[in-house]
């Protein structure tokens, strides 16, 4: 016993007390043009907003044609896109996405109240972007086809500046950043993105420091 004693006393003396974990500063805020900056249609139903925080992030392709247009005009060209092929012919009320990423690095609202909602950074809205993940997770869609080539650069840092955005503002740990393909059957985000998800962790990780 008496060696217990001066054991546990001894540990007392010298503990050192464990250091704060350091605060992460907040990485760069990234511009979000609004559904009303690229004049997206109104939603053709109710959206369900959702009063929590998503888990997590996941990465699409939009497989529209890898063009070397990286005008704002175009970036809401695409947006207005997918709207029109989510709402006449996948039936949905509103862009299934809550945000899209043109090859020129423009980050656009899909999902009419994705924007609000990450500015009160505690709501999400339920999206329609992949099966089992639409009221737990975040959907980028990227523009372009990602198979066989990398998103240009341009693309590639403003997906890597709006991760960490979404990460700061939701408290999203930087592992949870996934592909649409980790959560079912599809190609999506295609081979070559899909690749680099690993290093898209690492970058956007790498924004905090
Ligand atoms: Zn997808």
Redesign the pocket.
Known sequence: MIRRRAFLTTLAVTAVPAAPAAALAAPPAVPVHSCADWGARPPAGLIEVVNRKPQRILI?HSTSPNLDDQSIGRAYEHARWIQNVHMDQNGWVDSGQHFSNSRGGIVVEGRHGSLAALESGTSMVAGA?CPGQNDVAIGIENEGLYMDISPPVTQWESLVAFCAHLCFRYGIPTSEIFG?RDFTV?Q??GDALYALLPRLRSEVTALFR
Do not use: F, I, R, V
Request: hydrophobic share 0%; glycine share 0%; charged share 0%.
């Open positions: 699409h972007h649409h599809t999506c985000p």
